[in-house]
């Protein structure tokens, strides 16, 4: 299942956030307290469970995501579990090659990372700052 992305038509060259769950639940309320917290500054977009509305990851739908928050200046994706990093990887290498290295799959807890990323790119910070700030909580998803 996806979401629409949750856009601010006003910010064009930021970062965008792309929550992966294996939960649309848990992708859903991350993405909500992203917004909450953050407002609309930042584009947000999120998928979560398999196409047949359970648990697990969709490598399209995580491609429809990041495209649908595409910016020149990236797209930071958080994940919960193993399953949706390897999801995530397969996506980015769906994308065309010279859009590849502008996707950063964040070692970072989903929610929290999520947060301070969104934060991070609000600034408009660089795609490595985003991913870097995300990272400092830890590692995370599953990996």
Do not use: F
């Not at 947000?44 to 928050?69: F, K, S």
Request: charged share 15%; glycine share 14%; aromatic share 2%.
């Amino acid at each position: 299942m996806t979401a629409p992305a949750m856009n601010a038509p006003a910010i064009t060259d930021c970062v965008g956030i792309v929550i992966v769950s294996h939960s649309p639940d848990v992708a859903k309320g991350a993405a909500d307290m992203v917004r909450q917290m953050v407002g609309p500054e930042v584009r947000l977009a999120w998928t979560g469970g398999d196409p047949g509305g359970g648990l697990g990851c969709d490598v399209g739908a995580i491609r429809e995501a990041i495209d649908r928050v595409w910016s020149p200046a990236g797209v930071a994706v958080l994940v919960d579990l193993g399953g949706a990093v390897t999801g995530a990887e397969m996506a980015i290498e769906m994308l065309a090659p010279e859009r590849q290295p502008l996707v950063a799959v964040c070692d970072a807890p989903v929610v929290e990372g999520a947060v301070v990323a969104a934060v991070e790119a609000s600034s408009g910070a660089p795609l490595a700052q985003v991913r870097a700030t995300a990272e400092e909580l830890g590692p995370g998803g599953g990996r």
